[in-house]
């Protein structure tokens, strides 16, 4: 494992634009309920060239789940799940789609992801046989039974051959719309990137403030706390709330800085960032490469949380006693590139950092 053996002790301050600038709310906010829905089963995929399961080496637990599926009624190879074992043309499979925070209606067409559940050497070349998507793993009562996945699988990354893609191999079989309306409510929850003390009072203002809903008897919106909003819908609007919730989402908001955005397409492998974007202190580990981001001095030190690499040359100018500010996310990207690291390392280190909430910034991925 590489390790920078350079602390990079950085000054952290951040700069703020002197100038306030103007959002909409749906560039702050998602809206509670508008969340992404994974529907998912386990399958077969069949006519591999000799690189699927040996059922002689599958651990007790796919064993297990290749006979539940044969008494399910799905069409295993061999009845007793032996006749897998010797051509090794068949394989088990978990499969996973994913239906958008707008929703989707029956017939609508998903991309699907397969990934090995066994000892399978490569999917290439396999087809997965027509298998049902639910809410569960397990269909059960509480389950529901939302689309049909099948189609040849298609190995995007040559490292990972046990993980394959189906395009548009998922068809729902019902309609999955997002419930966004609660006692009345509909609640706006603020990015954690975005989230500062007062933008909740700043969107909450905006919209009472907004032509649009200044003339309602009551102000509409409030502030719950720092990361969220309450807006009362009005009951005429209960039966079809989405031109309301469009009219929310396009008020202004006055914000005293520029967001700067990381934009991530994982199909295409390619990562875009803006100037603007910086990295918190923390400590990341990644496969080869390991680096420590201190916090400034004066600043309580959080525990370290496994991640981050740094721009050395950077600290020397710290030592010269020139002012500095957070790591740019641009010079973490210069410093895995020097390092050889893949274009996916880089994705891998960007979404833990910003499930860590280290990214100073807006993530967003785009297919």
């Known amino acids: 494992m590489q390790k920078l053996s350079l602390t990079l002790f950085i000054c952290f301050v951040l700069t703020v634009n002197a100038f306030a600038q103007t959002l909409r709310v749906e560039h702050l906010v998602r809206v509670k309920g508008q969340e ?65 925070g707008t929703g989707a209606r029956s017939g609508d067409m998903l991309d699907c992801t397969v990934y090995s559940m ?26 529901l039974a939302l689309g049909m996945a099948s189609g040849r699988v298609t190995i995007e990354q040559e ?20 419930q966004y309306i609660e006692h ?32 309602l008897p009551t102000a509409p919106a409030r502030a719950i706390n720092s990361n969220s909003v309450a807006v009362r819908v009005p009951p005429t609007e209960f039966g ?22 990381v934009t991530i397409n994982e199909r295409s492998g390619t990562i875009s960032i803006d100037e603007g974007v910086e990295v918190r202190p923390t400590l990341v580990t990644h496969r080869n490469f390991v680096a420590e981001i201190p916090a400034a001095e004066g600043e309580e030190e959080e525990p370290p949380q496994q ?33 050889k690291a893949t274009q996916q390392d880089m994705v891998d280190v960007i979404k833990i950092l910003h499930k860590q909430g280290a990214i100073v910034g807006d993530v967003v991925y785009v297919d």
Not at 240 to 261: G, N, S, T, W, Y
């Open 36 to 100: 992404e829905t994974e529907i998912r089963a386990y399958g077969i995929v069949s006519g591999l060239n000799g690189t699927g399961d040996d059922v002689k080496s599958l651990s007790p637990l796919a064993l297990m789940i290749l006979r539940q599926l044969a008494n399910s009624g799905v069409q295993v190879p061999g009845s007793d799940v032996k006749g897998i074992s010797g051509i090794r043309n068949s394989a088990l499979v978990e499969v996973t789609a994913r239906i958008p």
């Open 118 to 143: 066994g000892n399978a050497k490569s999917l290439a070349g396999g087809v997965l046989s027509m298998t049902t998507l639910s809410t569960a793993l397990r269909m059960d009562e509480n389950s």
């Open 159 to 178: 490292s990972s051959p046990g993980v394959g893609r189906i395009t548009n191999g998922c068809r729902l079989t019902a309609d999955f719309m997002p």
């Open 184 to 215: 009345g409510l509909l609640t706006l929850v603020i990015h954690k990137e975005h989230a500062r003390p007062n933008l909740a009072n700043r969107i909450a203002e905006a919209i009472n403030f907004d032509p649009e809903f200044s003339v």
């Open 240 to 261: 079809d709330p989405m031109p309301f919730l469009e009219k929310i989402l396009q008020a202004e908001v006055a914000v005293p800085h520029r967001v700067p955005k």
């Open 307 to 339: 991640f981050l690499d740094l721009d050395t040359h950077l600290k020397f100018r710290q030592m010269n006693g020139e002012n500095a500010t957070n790591l740019k996310l641009k010079s973490l990207q210069a410093s895995l590139n020097a390092l």
